[in-house]
């Protein structure tokens, strides 16, 4: 198994900056791909940004230009850099990890953390 642990949410204005940080733990060698997800009052939940292995990268189109994932597969670490939050970032954010064989294949996130609370007042 695998356990994903959030941090790093909170309450902040518009215009300003979080980073949300998730480690992994337990059977590392099951996942290598991570992401991030979050779920606002009433709406599904949506990817907000995936990262392979080598770094790959991928963001939803409402955040590119104002959120970064990156990783430290030293840690077993991914973290989110939210700048430029608006109000309608506000959500619980997830941090979420699963294994894909192919760089081609979408990455198919089986694990996921507990959530952590983002709020961003107008």
Request: one cysteine or more; proline letters at 2%.
């Given at each position: 198994?695998?356990?994903?642990?959030?941090?790093?949410?909170?309450?902040?204005?518009?215009?300003?900056?979080?980073?949300?940080?998730?480690?992994?733990?337990?059977?590392?060698?099951?996942?290598?791909?991570?992401?991030?997800?979050?779920?606002?009052?009433?709406?599904?939940?949506?990817?907000?940004?995936?990262?392979?292995?080598g770094g790959t990268a991928n963001y939803a189109d409402s955040v590119k230009g104002r959120f970064t994932i990156s990783?430290?597969?030293?840690?077993?670490?991914?973290?989110?850099?939210?700048?430029?939050?608006e109000p309608e970032d506000t959500a619980v954010y997830y941090c979420a990890a699963g294994y894909y064989n192919s760089?081609?294949?979408?990455?198919?996130?089986?694990?996921?953390?507990?959530?952590?609370?983002?709020?961003?007042?107008?």
């Amino acid at each position: 198994q695998v356990q994903l642990v959030e941090s790093g949410g909170g309450l902040v204005q518009a215009g300003g900056s979080l980073r949300l940080s998730c480690a992994a733990s337990g059977s590392r060698f099951r996942i290598n791909g991570m992401g991030w997800y979050r779920q606002a009052p009433g709406k599904q939940r949506e990817l907000v940004a995936g990262i392979r292995s080598g770094g790959t990268a991928n963001y939803a189109d409402s955040v590119k230009g104002r959120f970064t994932i990156s990783r430290d597969n030293d840690k077993n670490m991914v973290y989110l850099q939210m700048n430029s939050l608006e109000p309608e970032d506000t959500a619980v954010y997830y941090c979420a990890a699963g294994y894909y064989n192919s760089d081609f294949e979408t990455i198919p996130y089986d694990y996921w953390g507990q959530g952590t609370q983002v709020t961003v007042s107008s």
